[in-house]
Structure formats: structure tokens, C-alpha cells
């Protein structure tokens, strides 16, 4: 059985800089340890073949491909993480990082506006921020194993809960809805994704707003 767009699989991956050790991701216990990854929860992946939930050259990749099998993919900064952009780095006033209680130093990473950003130099006037990915312009490659294909209903929409909203609400299905069972705060950010839930799954999606007690 080879893989197509839509379909949803378990995977396994571990991705490296290429021609080096050094480990950047992975969802492999032994892999994660050996590289010393602070990595919780470790475990494969559930994804839907074709909807950007992996790196552009990746997710191509996969289409077409055998399940329990493994395989070896090199892939350009294009199709990974992206070239370097040299606009992508600028420069901030220190004050700003103070004024969040952070004292900003060269070679420091961190989450500024729920980006991963890299500082290059700092003095007490101006901080040089690069907001570049850190693995971008690098030639990135991944070991996979595809385990299996996934057909549970439930698990697909748990995957995609996963993936999108970074958390798991309960929810109802009624034919072809999903009531989601969510706090009242939580609503425009499952309106913002309900779009995907019916491109990939075929599946509308409601709010069920649930009130604290």
C-alpha cells in the first residue's frame, strides 16, 4: 500500500544537519537521550500526509511511500526551514528586553512574540535580534520509519487538536460535526482553525462553550 495526499500515518523521524551529529529534532526515545534533547512526552507522530504538518521537502516526501519501512531524505534549505534572510535580522532597543525582566546576551535563544529568536550582540542601547529560523539556510537530513496508517476517526481529530491547538478538548461528533467542549476564551482560536479541520477531515466544527463551576 503506498501513502497519498489525506492520508493520515504514525511516523517516526529523527533530523540532523547534514554531514554532522547533531540532532535537532526527533520523536526516537534513544535518539533524543543520545543527543541530550529535552524532549517530554517523546513519542511518533501522528500527521495527515500533504497539510504542511512537517517541512515542505518532508511532506513531499512521504507521498507515495510503503508503511513499516525506513527511509533516508536530504533536503535543501529551500524545502526544510528556509534560506537565511538577511532582513530577518535587525536591531531592538535594549530596554524592551529589560522591561520583560530579560537580560539579553550574544548567543542567546529565545521566545520574543512566540518566535524562536537568536541574539547576536547586546549593549545598553540596542540588541542585534536575529528572527531568522535557527536551522535556516542548513541542509537538514531525516531518518523516518512510517509505522503504520491511521483510520480511528477519534484519533484524527486528536491529532489535528494536537497540532493546531496545541492541546486536546473533548468533543462530540454528530454526523459530520465536531462539537468542540471548550471554555468560553478558547472560541475564536478554534473558529481561527475550524477551516482545516474541514479541508483535511470533510468535518464542520461548532463550539460547545462549557461554563466553569
Known amino acids: 500500500m503506498t501513502l497519498k495526499k489525506n492520508d493520515f500515518i504514525e511516523i517516526e523521524f529523527t533530523g540532523n544537519i547534514t554531514g554532522t551529529d ?92 512566540g518566535q524562536l529568536v537568536r541574539i547576536l550582540s547586546s549593549d545598553r542601547g540596542r540588541t542585534l535580534v536575529d528572527f531568522n529560523n535557527p536551522l535556516a539556510g542548513k541542509k537538514i537530513t531525516y531518518k523516518y520509519k512510517i509505522n503504520k496508517t491511521i483510520t480511528d476517526e477519534k484519533e484524527k481529530i486528536d491529532a489535528l487538536q494536537e497540532f493546531l491547538f496545541r492541546k486536546k478538548f473533548e468533543f462530540d461528533k454528530e454526523e459530520k460535526i465536531i462539537k468542540f467542549k471548550i471554555d468560553k476564551k478558547f472560541e475564536p482560536f478554534v473558529k481561527m482553525f475550524a477551516p482545516k479541520f474541514e479541508e483535511i477531515l470533510g468535518l464542520n466544527v461548532e463550539s460547545k462553550i462549557i461554563e466553569k463551576k
Do not use: C, W
Open 22 to 113: 547533531e540532532i535537532f529534532d526527533t520523536n526516537i526515545k534513544a535518539d533524543a537521550e543520545r543527543a541530550e534533547l529535552d524532549i517530554k512526552d517523546i513519542k511518533p507522530f501522528i500527521l495527515s500526509i500533504g497539510n504542511q504538518m512537517l517541512p515542505k521537502g518532508f511532506d513531499e516526501d512521504i507521498e507515495g511511500k510503503e508503511i513499516e519501512k525506513s527511509y533516508t531524505l536530504d533536503l535543501n534549505p529551500e524545502d526544510a526551514f528556509g534560506k537565511r534572510d538577511p532582513k530577518m535580522v535587525r536591531m531592538i532597543p535594549t530596554r524592551l528586553f529589560h522591561e520583560q525582566k530579560i537580560d539579553p546576551k550574544r548567543g542567546m535563544q529565545l521566545s520574543l512574540d
